[in-house]
């Protein structure tokens, strides 16, 4: 079977896509550390259950939506409950599975850690976009992030 090669064009937009997806991430999550003490992860749990009813969730609907295994969501929530960020509580539709429940001290770090990460992503990313930009981004962003696996 030939391989087919990139165009140089394909390689330097494959090569610059590469590098964002190093550095945007690396920058946000040094960011987030240093103004809230909190990982990128700690921060999508937080945020995510923070908009459930009830602020409850599935760990499996957690996890799938993270694209994480439940083994190590399971692991990661555990941390963050010894620090008081959420509970877990039986799953009543799933006997092997739990309920994350964000407390009112993780909603309390989450509502102080959000303006400070809603400005490093608006001073890292946003603000070099235009409008149109945005709305292209959204679009591609949204058609390669649901292709099927």
Known sequence: MDTPWLSKDEEHAWRAFR???TALPA??????????????????????LSEKPNRRWALKDL????????SRLSHH?????ARGLIDKEPDPQDARGCILHLTDDGF?????????HLRSVRARFLD???PD??????KLSTRVADLPD
């Open 27 to 48: 920058r946000l999550s040094r960011d987030l550390a240093r103004d809230s003490g909190l990982s990128p992860a700690d921060y999508e749990v937080l945020s995510t």
């Open 77 to 81: 929530a555990t941390r963050m409950q």
């Open 63 to 70: 996890a799938a939506k993270m694209e994480w295994s439940r």
């Open 19 to 21: 590098r964002l997806l």
């Open 108 to 116: 309390t770090v989450l509502d102080e850690a959000a303006p400070h």
């Open 133 to 138: 930009e945005l709305a292209v981004l959204r």
């Open 128 to 130: 070099h976009l235009s």
